[in-house]
């Protein structure tokens, strides 16, 4: 009987479907458990077999876990709006919906393919819209919030309203805008209603504010920081630059301790709270003042500085502003205008990652403009430098040369004066926590002090004259929530005379218009502006055509949509209930599930995913709405599989013209020779001087074992390479390999699909955990699978023959027992450390030791398939049923170890003679040494080498050996 692989995977993986095998249930009296892949985004390319990694891993550990008697939660949905959908729809005209719906079809065959446990009952979308009513309605709720730093929790709007009916906001203790101005409760009454909802707008959780944002040009619309690389959209490449626009965001600043003390006590990678931990950036130090000094000697505009180092104020020598703070307009001198434009055009084209990361290059310019010192009244010279950054602390700083590097350099390039008053003096941060060390100042107040001592007398002087005080400031920022797209969650917002209204969650959701084309209109508007039918009617309560706009019942829509981690904030909640259309879920199922006990995703979404989402639960945490303010207990980041790539090269100056690696090596080592480069000149027409390579990523498929190409089918590859020319003319031209991330941009995936077909998803699912380390980057190499298929029919061969089963209802050896105990111990701990590359060689062990006994007892090979269930689940199903049981093998008991199967109770001694092993004897460990000398003295064996002879000496040695010297 045969290991058809392929009619058993398709027999169980339509078995669970028919049967919903692994559907949750929100009651149980089994204990919960949540297990949770970051969701995929559905891309036209389909997976590769780098995607599963992470989703094998907590497949193994979900079906683990129901074996132990757990009520497992193990959903799956789709990321699906984004902008990729929507480019395609730019370039084919094809809507966004249908190109999404095709390729999660395209998923959902591949991952049931896998034979994953998932609960395809609870699937979401994000692009569906009865799950962004719950984005939408979420959004309403942040609107309808503000953050009460007294009570440290978000809260109603209408408590801060009340309160500024009965005292005004004096005494409001709020995270708000800056610009607050102080009013009574009589001013408060007597503010129009817009006025009433401007000041509302400084307090909420989501507002409306003048941003500086990363905005592309070519793709229209604006990018977060993480999809941006190398000063360019991720997606394209295209040019992206800094502007200010009218946007909408979020006040995750409110939250910003709150995400830091929350990382204490989660299970996640120390890696990954670092990353958040530096992202959030908490400092202390103090807020300072520097009035501008104008032409007339009057202090008409104050800049503020956050530093973590007050107390080197006297050091401080220039002020440097980031090239878009809002003073530059206003203090630039006529004189200096035209160069402090021309500076601001350049760096707009530089994202904030890029001018973070560059610290070698200096450049800025001259305001023109002094500033006074708060102590000594000395004017300051106002520069702009793009080292400073407007998202960063108030987009200005105090430069200290002899403090920082960075403004040491700027001072030195421009030639700005140094004071000597730090001179000898050691004010490294080392220093400074150095409690015994001093910092010597040429001031009053400060001479002597130590630096705890120095920075607390310099807030003390600030707050005495008004121009400072202590401070903690956080590097992160609050998060811009509108992008110019179309495929994405419409805003549930319309505009009553430019102020935005929340529509009721009765009447979400409110769902994307059809549009004609989905660029920006020719205004420059989003691409929404398009839409026909875009107006809100508070009469009727619904979505009405524009031309019906009157501003009186009729009002303008949101044209911007939210940007892609929206929807991915709160579908870990909404998975606990995912049909309940009253509301985004019941408290019996949250209170039930509460959070989610493994998560398993890319360490890539450490600053915007997991912190975003973070911040959404301790939302609705402060609102009653979830029952923890962390939803994931433990993280793991899966590694990532590469894949080898083919890059072929080519003359930089002739694209067309490709030569073989050999000869590009021996060129560029000065080893070839000059026939070699007479060729290339024929070929190409460039000088010696002149000649340069690049490489360019080659299908993997075009490419033989010998690292070869296939010319003929290159050529028909892409149009742009149909007439080639190649050097050697004759000959195989080989291309260089590298290992990278496989990614269809390099050409070097491997179908799931194919090895599904060759090898099975059984074999694929034990091969990518036996690659390595969950956490750690491993090389696919396709050959190697065949060894773990060699394994899946060893293993079947233990149940079946040729003439059928082979199993029989017979006591198991010792032999046998030893065998599969000390394998249950080891998978149960491996799978309980996520160490599922040793369970798959712990398997080839057990599998090898049980052949050679000659294993057929079902008392061993029903554990074993259990054993083997949660890896390799479709050759498990099928031999349980052959072993006689009617239910599926998902949810029978985890065997259980039994140490006493692992103890000896007897030594196989060798039995040797002047040295030399002759037979073995089998014997009790407790005998004493007498007891064994007689027993062995006594065997048969033992007088047919004597003969008769009376040995000199016995030396036996209990537990090891026996040796009879003649």
Not at 50 to 75: M, Q
Not at 480 to 493: A, I, K, L, M, T
Not at 663 to 681: G, H, R, T
Request: net charge negative; charged share 25%.
């Amino acid at each position: 009987m045969n290991y058809n692989f392929q009619e058993i995977e398709a027999k169980w993986q339509k078995y669970w479907a028919d049967n919903q095998t692994f559907k949750a249930e929100n009651k149980s009296a089994k204990p919960k458990f949540y297990a949770l892949d970051m969701f995929p985004y559905p891309s036209g390319a389909g997976l590769h077999v780098g995607h599963p990694l992470g989703y094998i891993a907590s497949d193994i550990y979900a079906r683990y876990k129901r074996h132990k008697g757990f009520n497992v939660l193990h959903p799956q949905g789709y990321d699906s709006f984004g902008l990729p959908a929507e480019q395609y729809a730019i370039q084919t005209g094809q809507h966004p919906a249908i190109t999404t719906e095709e390729n999660i079809k395209t998923y959902r065959r591949q991952l049931d393919q896998l034979g994953f446990s998932f609960d395809w009952s609870r699937e979401v979308r994000t692009s569906d819209p009865k799950y962004y009513k719950w984005t939408q309605w979420v959004f309403t709720q942040l609107f309808n919030s503000w953050y009460n730093k007294g009570t440290d929790k978000a809260e109603d709007i209408e408590s801060l309203i009340s309160i500024f009916e009965k005292e005004g906001n004096k005494n409001v203790n709020a995270l708000c805008d800056e610009d607050i101005v102080i009013f009574s409760s009589d001013d408060w009454e007597n503010y129009t209603s817009k006025q009433k909802q401007e000041i509302l707008l400084k307090y909420r959780l989501t507002y409306l504010a003048e941003t500086e944002v990363n905005w592309c040009p070519a793709l229209g619309t604006v990018l977060a920081n993480d999809e941006i690389v190398n000063g360019v959209s991720e997606r394209g490449g295209h040019p992206v630059v800094r502007k200010k626009m009218t946007q909408w965001s979020m006040r995750i600043t409110a939250y910003a301790q709150r995400l830091l003390d929350g990382l204490k006590g989660l299970d996640w990678p120390q890696p990954l709270k670092d990353s958040q931990t530096n992202w959030i950036g908490r400092s202390e130090g103090a807020s300072v003042g520097f009035n501008v000094i104008s032409s007339d000697n009057e202090k008409s505009y104050k800049i503020e500085v956050f530093t973590t180092r007050p107390d080197t104020i006297f050091g401080v020598s220039f002020m440097t502003l980031a090239p878009e703070h809002d003073l530059v307009s206003k203090i630039t001198t006529p004189e200096q205008k035209a160069e402090v434009d021309a500076y601001i055009e350049a760096t707009a084209k530089r994202s904030e990652r890029d001018r973070m990361a560059d610290v070698k290059t200096i450049s800025g310019a001259f305001t023109g403009a002094f500033a006074e010192h708060p102590f000594t009244k000395e004017p300051i010279p106002i520069w702009i430098g793009d080292y400073v950054l407007a998202g960063y602390g108030t987009g200005a700083v105090m430069s200290v040369p002899c403090g920082d590097q960075r403004d040491y350099d700027f001072a030195k390039h421009f030639k700005i004066d140094i004071p000597n008053i730090f001179e000898g003096v050691d004010i490294s941060e080392e220093a400074f926590a150095d409690k015994e060390k001093t910092i010597i100042a040429n001031s009053d107040f400060l001479n002597g002090l130590s630096y705890k001592e120095a920075t607390r007398k310099i807030i003390d002087a600030l707050e005495e004259i008004g121009q400072g005080k202590g401070k903690i400031n956080y590097r992160l920022r609050d998060a811009v929530f509108s992008r110019q797209r179309y495929w994405g969650e419409p805003f549930p917002v319309y505009y009553v005379d430019g102020m935005p209204q929340m529509i009721a969650k009765e009447h979400l959701p409110i769902e994307l218009p059809e549009v004609e084309k989905y660029l920006p209109t020719e205004t420059g508007e989003p691409p929404l502006g398009n839409a026909t039918h875009w107006a809100w009617n508070t009469v009727t309560n619904n979505v009405v055509s524009n031309s019906e706009i009157n501003n009186a019942t009729v009002w303008p829509l949101e044209l911007n949509t939210m940007p892609g981690w929206a929807g991915s904030s709160q579908y870990f909640n909404r998975y606990m209930d995912p049909h309940n259309e009253e509301e985004i879920f019941s408290q019996e199922a949250i209170n039930y599930w509460q959070d989610v006990d493994l998560y398993i995703g890319g360490s890539e979404h450490a600053t915007g995913h997991l912190l975003y989402s973070r911040f959404w639960q301790k939302f609705m945490f402060d609102k009653g709405l979830v029952s923890k303010d962390e939803f994931a207990k433990k993280l793991i980041n899966q590694g990532m599989i590469t894949g080898t790539s083919a890059l072929l090269y080519r003359i930089t100056q002739r694209p067309d013209v490709f030569v073989s690696k050999e000869l590009v090596e021996d060129y560029l080592n000065e080893e070839a020779s000059n026939n070699i480069f007479e060729q290339i000149q024929e070929l190409s027409g460039v000088s010696k001087e002149n000649l340069s390579f690049d490489k360019i990523h080659v299908d993997v498929s075009l490419v033989n074992t010998s690292d070869e190409l296939d010319i003929n089918e290159f050529r028909k590859w892409q149009l742009e390479f149909l007439h080639a020319k190649f050097l050697p003319h004759n000959g195989p031209v080989k291309v260089l390999r590298e290992v990278e991330k496989m990614s269809k941009s390099k050409y070097n995936v491997v179908n799931p699909d194919a090895i599904c077909e060759e090898y099975g998803a059984d074999s694929l699912r034990l091969y990518e955990m036996f690659l390595g380390p969950l956490e750690q980057s491993k090389p696919w190499n396709t050959a190697g699978i065949t060894g773990v298929h060699s394994f899946l029919k060893k293993l079947w061969r233990l149940y079946f023959d040729n003439d059928g089963a082979k199993f029989e209802d017979v006591e198991p050896t010792k032999d046998n027992l030893k065998t599969l105990h000390k394998t249950i111990k080891k998978v149960e701990e491996d799978i309980e450390n996520f160490s599922f590359n040793t369970s798959v060689s712990t398997f080839m062990i057990c599998v090898n030791e049980l052949s050679s006994q000659k294993c057929t007892s079902k008392t061993i090979l029903e554990p074993l398939a259990i054993l083997v269930s949660p890896y390799a689940p479709h050759i498990a199903e099928e031999l349980w049923n052959i072993l006689g049981h009617t239910e599926s093998i998902a949810t029978a008991p985890f065997p259980k170890f039994e140490e006493k199967y692992l103890v000896e109770s007897s030594k196989e001694y060798p039995i040797s003679f002047n040295g030399k092993m002759r037979f073995k004897l089998e014997l009790p460990l407790d005998m004493s040494k007498d007891d064994i000398e007689a027993a062995v003295m006594a065997h048969e064996k033992t007088q047919a080498q004597l003969q008769g002879r009376a040995p000199k000496k016995v030396i036996v040695v209990p537990g090891k050996i026996v040796n009879i010297v003649g």
